[in-house]
């Protein structure tokens, strides 16, 4: 079965940077695009971008062109979103979701979350 | 960006009855329309996408129409597990953008 595993919790110091992983199992991991989105506590969905694991072709939302940063590694088949600059607008939770095998197929499976706070 | 804009933002209905939750998308986004479902404290879940496509594994009960800029969902006969919140998000280019919400309450 499909999973995507996320570490459940980060606390970094304002101005650092956080590397998120997220190791998918149960499909064939170069054929789906992996998307990132952000929610904030009690607030809604924000997608932050997505990357192609085959070739690591992105696109990237543009309030989170600086500020994110999307990896794969293909060997381990895991997902990383790097978060630079930090501060308390960017404490949330963010999840790893599968997309399809097209841009235009929505999140089918999503990570548990790893919630990141910002705190010094 | 194409903005979604979703109402009600929270509503309260009872075990049994039938809701209705819209969409309006800014621009045409044809049928490219998610809908998931979220739990308190639980990551999202699709449940519906290009507007009436039931994801695996969801009830019947939920229904999904709409085109082009106004979308719907249906839930007929509210079960316990239906409370929650809801969102829709368009899958019609990127970036993707979600709706507000709707937090759906037991009455």
């Known amino acids: 079965q499909v999973q995507l595993q996320q570490p459940g919790a980060e606390l970094v110091r304002p101005g650092a940077s956080v590397k998120l992983s997220c190791k998918a199992s149960g499909y064939t991991f170069t054929r789906y695009w992996m998307n990132w989105v952000k929610q904030r506590p009690g607030q809604g969905l924000e997608w932050i971008g997505m990357i192609d694991p085959s070739d690591s072709e992105t696109h990237y939302n543009q309030m989170f062109k600086d500020k994110a940063t999307l990896t794969v590694d293909k060997s381990s088949t895991t997902a990383y979103m790097q978060l630079s600059s930090l501060t308390s607008e960017d404490s949330a939770v963010y999840f790893c979701?599968?997309?399809?095998?097209?841009?235009?197929?929505?999140?089918?499976?999503w990570g548990q979350g790893t919630s990141v706070t910002v705190s010094s | 960006d194409i903005q979604m804009t979703q109402s009600p933002a929270s509503l309260s209905a009872s075990v049994g009855e039938t809701v209705t939750i819209t969409c309006r998308a800014s621009?045409?986004?044809?049928?490219?329309l998610a809908w998931y479902q979220q739990k308190q404290g639980k990551s999202p879940q699709l449940l519906v996408y290009n507007t009436k496509t039931l994801a695996e594994g969801v009830s019947s009960r939920f229904s999904g129409s709409g085109s082009g800029t106004q979308f719907s969902l249906k839930i007929n006969s509210l079960q316990p597990e239906d409370f929650g919140s809801y969102y829709c998000q368009h899958h019609y280019g990127t970036p993707w953008t979600f709706g507000g919400g709707t937090k759906l309450e037991i009455k």
């Open positions: 621009e045409n986004i044809y049928s490219y």
């Open positions: 979701t599968k997309g399809g095998n097209y841009l235009f197929y929505p999140m089918d499976y």
